[in-house]
Every structure is written in C-alpha cells, then in structure tokens.
C-alpha cells in the first residue's frame, strides 16, 4: 500500500467518526472517539514507518536505538507515542494527550464504561487534534497504487482536493484533513464541559461523606471519614496499601502485631497515613472552577484527568462505606 493509499485510510476514519459527532449522542461521541484514537494510532504508525525508511526526513532525530524503532511498529500504543516524541512530531503536552484519550477509548471500547457526560466533547477536541496532526506530519514522497481508488465517503473531497492541487497529492491530502476540521458542530469549550463534569463529580462525593456524618454517629468529622474509608479499602487491596504511607519501621510493626491487632482499622492508622489526610473538596472545587476557564483543550483534558486520578479511589472507597452503611440500614428496617 502507497502512502496516498495509507493517508486515505487515516481520512477515512476521521470522515466517519465526523459523521458520528453530527449526532449529539453520548453512543454516538463513543464510536467518534474509538475512530479518532484508531486514526492516530494509525497515523503514528505510519510516521515510524516513514521515518525509520526515510531517515533524510528527520536529520536531528535519534533514530539508532533498534529496540525503540522495533517497539513503535509494534502493536503497542505506548511506544509510537515516545517514537512520535523522538521525532519532534508532537509537542509533551499532546503526547499526554494522546495517551489519556487513548486510556478512554480502551475503557469505551474494553470496559465498557460510557463517560456520557464527557464523551463528546472529547471526542470533538481529540478529532479536531487528529486533523491538525495529520497535517504537521511528515510523510515524505507521495507514492500510490494506480490507479488511485479514494474511498467511497471520501470521493468527492478527494476528487475536489486533487484538482485544485494539480496533481500534488500531499497538498490535496492535506486540504481534505482540513476540511474534516469542522465548524459545523456547536460545542462549548472543553474546558468548560470537563469543568461540570468535574464538579458534578465532587458535589457525589461531598454529599456522599455528609450523608455517612449525618447517619453514622460513631464518625466525628468528615476527616474521620475520609480516612477511615481509604483505609478499609486498604485492608483488602494491597495495591492501594502500596499507595500509603507507613508510619512505623518494619521493626515497630512486627512489634505492634505481636501485642495484638485489635481493631484493623484502627491498627492500621497507627502504622500507616493514607493518601489523603483532609478534606480535599474545596481545593477540588477550586480546580474545578478553574478547569472551567481553561481555553487550551490540551491543557484542560490533563487537568481534568489530574484531578480525576487523584479523586478516583477516595470517591470509590466513600461510595463502598456508603452502600455498606445503606445496605445495614436496611438489614435493621427488615429489608
């Protein structure tokens, strides 16, 4: 395959996932998005293979280490990204970018999770992100099958593309990437969209730890809370264990065990501090709000996913002591 052939079926993708994000659905901002990451997954796959065979293209990369050239035309993602990176051909913030967008197209695609809130927006910014990639790349001498077959969803953009261009398939390629950068769809700034999502997501958890004060009247204070449930979570999930901070020397601890446990939770905060110490909400709600004003999409899907990552497991272990608070309660009410 030429890579006329190889840059049109990059396009083509984009083309259809286009078509997805005209519907304002959250399925449908799903498959735009599972597109757009097939696409540039794609398009940096190409970018390895044009490089590492037209290495005149890239005079100030480091293209000696066999190890990482092999790696990034391989099947993993991972390593076309830093490839991309050795090249110069994405800046670190996009490369960020990229990996997050791809971490959500394998939760879309694998896990199943929907991201209804988010999805669309996203997958508008990361298909906008596409465009503009393909485009910056480098791609060397254009060569092709003949004749050239373009498409069916791409036909008439091609065709309009390669005569205005003359037969200059690299500028005509181009032209059809920039005319997939639409102006078609309304969306408010991604920022602003991650910014509610965001806060809807800390108010849950805000709320959920007032509900647990409110009705469990062996808790103090909401700090109480936010320890004690990181801690039970770690009772029973060593890798968040990892993610604590140990208090005594392993000395010490062999010591306290030989006393006598007692309570587990209880024990555990005399020998180690859990991630979160506070009541982390209003520094939360802060980043939120600025997330709100971010105009650079790239920079607001790292600050999205910053807090996100941060938040991710209080938010869980606090819904777990929750719904066990929940479910005991109705065990009393004879439910």
């Not at 399925?27 to 599972?34: C, M, N, T, V």
């Not at 990437?177 to 602003?192: C, F, S, V």
Request: charged residues 25%; hydrophobic residues 40%.
């Amino acid at each position: 395959m030429g890579s006329v052939e190889k840059r049109l079926q990059c396009l083509e993708q984009l083309a259809l996932a286009l078509e997805h994000l005209k519907v304002r659905d959250p399925q449908y901002g799903r498959f735009a998005h599972i597109l757009v990451d097939n696409a540039v997954e794609l398009m940096l796959h190409y970018q390895a293979e044009t490089a590492l065979t037209n290495k005149w293209l890239f005079p100030d990369a480091k293209l000696q280490d066999k190890s990482s050239n092999q790696n990034a035309l391989g099947r993993e993602f991972h390593p076309k990204v830093s490839f991309a990176r050795r090249l110069a051909a994405i800046t670190a913030d996009e490369a960020e970018f990229v990996l997050i967008n791809h971490g959500y197209r394998n939760e879309l695609y694998h896990a199943g999770l929907r991201h209804e809130e988010i999805i669309h927006d996203l997958a508008f910014n990361y298909h906008f992100f596409a465009c503009r990639l393909f485009q910056k790349l480098k791609w060397g001498i254009a060569s092709w099958s003949f004749p050239i077959q373009p498409p069916a969803r791409l036909k008439g953009a091609w065709e309009n593309a390669q005569m205005s261009h003359r037969g200059d398939y690299n500028a005509a390629l181009n032209a059809v990437a920039k005319g997939l950068e639409t102006t078609e769809i309304t969306n408010d700034p991604l920022g602003k969209s991650l910014g509610r999502a965001l806060e809807k997501k800390i108010l849950q958890l805000d709320q959920a730890i007032d509900w647990i004060l409110e009705t469990d009247k062996t808790k103090k204070s909401r700090v109480q809370i936010i320890i004690e449930a990181q801690l039970w979570s770690a009772l029973f999930d060593e890798s968040k264990r990892k993610k604590c901070v140990p208090l005594v020397t392993a000395e010490e601890h062999r010591a306290l065990v030989a006393k006598g446990v007692g309570h587990p939770v209880e024990f555990l905060k005399i020998v180690m501090a859990p991630p979160i110490n506070d009541d982390p909400i209003n520094r939360w709600q802060k980043r939120s709000a600025d997330l709100e004003r971010e105009s650079d999409y790239v920079k607001a899907t790292k600050k999205y996913q910053s807090v996100m990552c941060e938040m991710s497991d209080l938010y869980e272990d606090v819904m777990q002591i929750g719904s066990a608070l929940e479910n005991h309660l109705d065990y009393l009410r004879g439910k």
